[in-house]
């Protein structure tokens, strides 16, 4: 590789892993604006180890409202590190380590919920930005009270019922059909 582009895959690199900071940092913020940013208009979800629904093709904007209901009842702190980019032309992956924290203050067991694991996403360029097109959550342990988060609240089961219904459900048939 030449000097130049060297600092073209740098530059490309460090533009994927701004798009993962504002996912995080959106999400403990409640900017759901700018985590919906992040996202292609359409996207592939694996939260398959956390939710055990199989992996969904999605509106970005029902992911989102989805999110900001699960999330909303909870306070936030995510935190990435170990970030390893490959890039394939207006195409990358990238693996992102995260420990996501959750507070509740309750009178019914612990008041934290912390998920360990990381990102294994799916990019695409589109109109010169980087977009999540894969979204796959990866955890590897929970620790801490799951029951923070109610997912029999009304508005959250509907929009769950809605997200991973059977019809956005990803037909698994081969590495030929991932994005």
Known sequence: MTPEEKI?????????????LD??????????????KC???RIRVD???LTGFP?????????TRFAELALGQVRRHH???NFAAKLEGERATA??????????ATDRGGSTNTQYGWYENSFQKLA?????????????????????????????????????????????SGPADAP
């Open 23 to 36: 996912f995080g940092r959106a999400l403990d913020l409640g900017d759901w604006p700018l985590y919906r």
């Open 79 to 81: 935190q990435y590190s």
């Open 47 to 49: 939260f398959e180890r």
């Open 95 to 104: 693996i992102t380590y995260m420990v996501a924290r959750h507070f509740k």
């Open 8 to 20: 073209a895959m740098l530059w490309e690199r460090a533009q994927i892993e701004t798009v993962m």
């Open 55 to 63: 992996e969904i093709e999605v509106d970005a904007d029902a992911w």
């Open 39 to 41: 996202f292609a208009d």
């Open 128 to 172: 010169g930005e980087w977009k999540i097109v894969r979204l796959s959550h990866q955890f590897q342990w929970v620790s801490g009270n799951d029951a923070l988060f109610d997912f029999s609240e009304p508005a959250l089961a509907a929009q769950m019922a809605c997200v991973f219904c059977d019809a956005n459900r990803v037909k698994q």
